[in-house]
């Protein structure tokens, strides 16, 4: 079983839509969890954390955090066409030894249509 | 501010050829993180640096080296060159303090092997 598992795309909305993208992760002891936005030939970027169960929103983007189900997700709302792009869920382990080692997810491709 | 600046941003080699992927960071980062990404399987962890003067296995060390040349540098190592290892390589910094969990990419290497 991969460690980090997100919905398997492509996943294609409508302008003005919401967008909603979910990960699952398997270490349970897991602390920090980042989502990345990766547009095609680029380097990620990050573009929410969230560390505690509950909701995070900046601007239009929503983190999700349930840790009693191992669940992280993204929503995007009134999505726009330069929100077309992978987005990369990612997931660091507990502990001081993990070293800020991120376990990656296998990327959802979002494309919004105007 | 440069961030984190890979060299070369393309390279083409024939099997069995040997290269050294670049890295540095002007960031006074501690922690710095070789990955690749390969279609539909999002980023893998090659190796990484938790300081200077020190480097560990991520998940998928076999045919590589690294060195941490400096605070600043770090480098990636082909010996010997397969077409296995054509992918995109992203080299990554991360600071210590509240920020501290988060990396910060360079712009990727797009490595071909033939």
């Known amino acids: 079983q991969k460690e980090v598992e997100q919905n398997s795309g492509p996943l294609s909305v409508p302008e003005g839509a919401i967008a909603s993208l979910n990960c699952t992760y398997s270490d349970r002891v897991s602390q920090s969890f980042f989502w990345y936005r990766q547009y095609s030939g680029k380097s990620p970027e990050l573009i929410m954390s969230i560390y505690s169960n509950g909701d995070k929103e900046d601007g239009r983007f929503t983190a999700q955090l349930n840790k009693a189900s191992q669940y992280v997700s993204l929503l995007i709302r009134d999505s726009q066409p330069s929100d077309s792009a992978t987005y990369l869920c990612?997931?660091?382990?507990?502990?001081?030894?993990?070293?800020?080692?991120?376990?990656f997810g296998q990327g959802t491709i979002l494309t919004v249509h105007p | 501010n440069a961030g984190v600046t890979q060299t070369p941003k393309f390279q083409v080699l024939k099997t069995g050829q040997s290269m050294t992927l670049q890295c540095a960071q002007d960031m006074n980062h501690n922690s710095m993180y070789w990955y690749r990404q390969d279609p539909g399987m999002g980023l893998r962890l090659i190796y990484y640096?938790?300081?200077?003067?020190?480097?560990d296995k991520g998940e998928v060390p076999n045919g590589y080296n690294v060195s941490r040349l400096n605070k600043r540098e770090f480098s990636l190592r082909l010996e010997s060159a397969a077409p296995s290892q054509t992918s995109v390589y992203f080299c990554?910094?991360?600071?210590?303090?509240?920020?501290?969990?988060?990396?910060?990419f360079g712009a990727g290497t797009r490595l071909s092997v033939l």
């Open positions: 990612a997931v660091k382990g507990a502990g001081g030894t993990s070293y800020g080692k991120l376990t």
């Open positions: 990554a910094s991360r600071p210590t303090g509240i920020a501290k969990n988060i990396q910060y």
């Open positions: 640096s938790a300081s200077e003067g020190t480097t």
